[in-house]
Nanobody, 120 residues
Framework: QVQLVESGGGLVQAGGSLRLSCAAS????????MGWYRQAPGNQRELVAA??????NYADSVKGRFTISRDNAKKTVYLQMNSLKPEDTAVYYC???????????????WGQGTQVTVSS
């Protein structure tokens, strides 16, 4: 059992900033990948950013504006969002790929989602 709790969403004006947090809890042997996805109404869920132990990936639409980071001790991943645009409006979902035991295969888990709304 792995739980992900997201926080940090809200309403912000265009050009503003938000920082999303996602804390993992439960039995976790190791975390392989942590990432953020988003889904706007009528659209498919898309990858925003992901982070492993040594690399990061970003969607082209957020490069230069968003920064993903992780605190391994706290089992938490963050998404710093700057220069927000109305098109960033979506529900943002945390995703982690973890091993719950040394002998287990990796499984992925999803947070509950947090709403980000950027007004013009």
């Amino acid at each position: 059992q792995v739980q992900l709790v997201e926080s940090g969403g809200g309403l912000v004006q265009a050009g503003g900033s938000l920082r999303l947090s996602c804390a993992a809890s439960g039995r976790i042997f190791e975390i392989n990948t942590m990432g953020w996805y988003r889904q706007a109404p009528g659209n498919q869920r898309e990858l925003v950013a992901a982070i492993t132990s040594g690399s990061t990936n970003y969607a082209d639409s957020v490069k230069g504006r968003f920064t993903i980071s992780r605190d391994n001790a706290k089992k938490t991943v963050y998404l710093q969002m700057n220069s927000l645009k109305p098109e960033d409006t979506a529900v943002y979902y945390c995703n982690v790929i973890v091993k719950r035991a040394m002998w287990s295969r990796p499984n992925d888990y999803w947070g509950q989602g947090t709403q980000v709304t950027v007004s013009s």
